[in-house]
């Protein structure tokens, strides 16, 4: 019987934007370029890319995936 949310990337960025949210100074983390993160209908997939190419075109680096949420536009 396969696992709820038994995807390991998807698992993740759920994980993620709980904790990640909000930047602990105050500015909101960024996971997609400017357009995509306007895009509320896929917005885990937008999160997923970043994770993928964590330094990839219009995505951030990983460390905003530990909060440091410096952008990479």
């Known amino acids: 019987m ?3 949310n038994g ?3 998807v698992q993740f960025v759920q994980n993620t934007v709980q904790r ?3 930047h602990p100074g ?3 983390c960024c ?3 400017a357009d995509e993160s306007q895009n509320l209908e896929q917005p885990l997939l937008y ?3 970043a994770i993928a190419l964590p330094r990839g075109p219009g995505g951030c680096n990983h460390a905003d995936m ?3 949420c410096v ?3």
């Open 47 to 49: 999160k997923a890319k």
């Open 2 to 4: 396969p696992r709820k």
């Open 71 to 73: 952008c990479r536009f």
């Open 31 to 33: 996971t997609a370029n």
């Open 7 to 9: 995807n390991p990337a």
């Open 26 to 28: 105050g500015q909101p």
């Open 66 to 68: 530990e909060g440091s």
């Open 20 to 22: 990640n949210s909000v």
